[in-house]
């Protein structure tokens, strides 16, 4: 049961980079938190950074310092999933899902208004207008995280709430 979920997760990371999509609108986010919450340690970190590994090579980018920026974002997020597992709740769902959008919006504009030759001018200004050019693939980061993580959790909970509905205790079938 356990490998198809890691396999499923892979693959629908993969899948959501890959098949074409609005710009920041995929599951890896909420792979990386659902995999920190459901799965042992060393496979939620893996997963995650297979199904990116596996799709910078399908869309032939390359492995540069924005690359590792993004990576360890999604490490950052697994370990936000880690603390979900333990404490989760619908509110704290929603809290997570938006906290790893904000992490992710933050750090990789931040790095790459950082970049020795980016696009924007290493000042204040500078830097503000590269948050502000990211406003628009934040939103899309927003609602994609969002609806990925709910689909996620909400399919997670409905098969365990169904599981335990279908277990028969031993106290009903002495009756």
Known sequence: MRIGLIVGLTLLGIAGRVIPHPDNFTPLMAVALFGGATLSTRWAYAVPLAALVASDLFLGQAFDAMSAVVYACFVASVGLGHWLGRHRTW???GVAALGASLLFYLVTNFA???????LYPHTLQGLLQTYVMG?????????GDLFWTALLFGLYDAARARVKSLRVSPARLAS
Do not use: K
């Open 91 to 93: 509110t704290r769902t």
């Open 112 to 118: 790459g208004w950082l970049l020795p030759h980016g």
């Open 135 to 143: 406003i628009p693939f934040f939103g899309n980061s927003i609602a």
